[in-house]
């Protein structure tokens, strides 16, 4: 009798259920598995074969693991059955053997006891080994849950005391900000690991964040008097700074930041190369050059550096953004401040950078692009020697052929 998992009938209880088979038949149908295992009903069966009866009602259960039978057998018999303490525990700790992962209040629902004393039977079987103890159980709605639940420690303060709770609050929410920053961008630069990055080419999938100062082409406004006759560096056409990064052909990872310097009659342009790097538009910083420069409708004294983000890429902490005016006095033509790569680099300082169009002897010996996270791609970038440098490429190489790049937009 595989699955006669309680113990036997009292004498007296099975002499009333034989006088009732006698009276009434059998009125619970005996109930079987696929192979004709009885699940439920060993005892009325024993009763009709002694009787002479050759049948009673059936019912088959297909479909249930061993487990699930077993289980069948003990919540169909134990609601029919008087057993004491002992017996009970017994069969609270057969059904925790099978069933571990069921919390003790399902159990104890099924088995028509109460739950402390289910869950004193499970703490005797998990010291003495029996049974392991799981971080997660399945109620008796099938919803898995934490084993055990954390306690409340927090309650409604005191208005005199609420304001610490608020700091507490945010000191709580500023942790987890800084985990979950830490742990995007530990993928992040995980991804940028895996990417292409050689002298000599354009890398492809590989920074986390581009810094560009691309060579927009600039129209001279004064044919008569030879003002703003042209550029002192070879421009680069529109469709050419576009195509340049886009696609496949981008260097940066699938979550990344570009800041693109435009001027301000390019900002059109600006957003359109943006966009079609594969960047949504987030925000702009300008550069005040607190000196007044040439301009057709407005004297131009401001350059504009935008802001575009792909993908699930961490912002800054709350406290160290940026300002997004910065003032200082321009300097040689083209030349960006340095307070802008240092703001890059102190938001972002473990993960690696590209600069587009950087000239190489713009770097002084304490740039904050010389950190060892930089590397530099552009007509007078002198790749190969930075990217050695900066830990990028082994094997120097000429500078790559991007004949019509420049270093930088008109100021």
């Known amino acids: 009798m595989k699955y006669q998992l309680l113990p036997p009938l009292s004498v007296d209880d099975r002499a009333a259920l034989e006088a009732s088979i006698v009276q009434h038949g059998v009125l619970v149908p005996v109930e079987y598995d696929e192979q004709g295992e009885i699940l439920d009903g060993h005892h009325r069966v024993e009763i009709c074969e002694s ?8 019912f088959v259960r297909k ?3 061993e487990e699930e039978k077993r289980t069948l057998a003990r919540e169909l018999n134990v609601s029919r059955r ?3 303490a002992e017996q009970k525990r017994a ?39 029996e049974i392991s103890h799981h971080e997660e159980i399945e ?6 849950q934490p084993a055990r639940k954390a306690i409340r420690t927090a309650f409604l303060p005191e208005p005199d005391n609420a304001r610490e709770l608020m700091a507490t609050a945010k000191a709580i929410r ?8 830490k742990v995007r961008t530990d993928l992040i630069n995980e991804i940028a690991a895996r990417g292409e990055a050689s002298a000599g080419t354009m890398p492809r999938a590989a920074y986390p964040i581009l810094y560009a100062d691309p060579p927009w082409e600039q129209e001279a406004w004064s044919d008569e008097t030879g003002q703003d006759r042209g550029l002192m560096y070879p421009p680069m056409p529109l469709d050419a700074i576009k195509a340049l990064c886009a696609g496949d052909a981008s260097p940066a990872t699938r979550d990344a930041l570009l800041f693109l310097w435009v ?11 943006l966009r079609t790097w594969g960047f949504d538009y987030v925000t702009c910083l300008v550069w005040d050059k607190e000196t007044i420069g040439m301009g057709r409708w407005v004297r131009d004294r401001h350059e504009i550096l935008l802001l575009g983000k792909r993908g699930n890429f961490p912002a800054p902490l709350p406290g160290t953004q940026a300002a997004s005016v910065h003032a200082e006095r321009k300097g040689r033509h083209s030349a960006k401040p340095v307070h802008f790569a240092a703001m890059i680099e102190r938001l972002y300082p473990e993960m690696r950078k590209l600069e587009l169009f950087q000239r190489a002897e713009s770097l002084a010996e304490d740039d904050p692009r010389r950190s060892g996270q930089w590397d530099f791609w552009g007509f007078e970038s002198d790749f190969a020697t930075l990217m050695s440098s900066s830990g990028g490429a082994d094997t120097p190489a000429a500078a790559p052929p991007c004949a019509a790049a420049g270093s930088g937009a008109q100021s």
């Open 263 to 273: 001027t301000a009659n390019r900002l059109d342009d600006g957003i359109e190369v």
């Open 174 to 181: 500023t942790r987890q900000r800084e985990h979950g920053r």
């Open 82 to 84: 008087h057993l004491n």
């Open 63 to 65: 479909g249930l693991a």
């Open 51 to 58: 009787l002479g009866l050759v049948d009673w009602p059936r």
């Open 139 to 144: 109620g008796r709605d099938g919803i898995v």
């Open 91 to 129: 069969l609270i700790a057969d059904q925790l053997r099978d069933t571990p992962s069921i919390s003790s209040r399902a159990i104890a629902a099924m088995l028509g006891a109460h739950h402390s004393t289910v869950e004193k039977v499970r703490q005797q079987l998990v010291d003495g080994g």
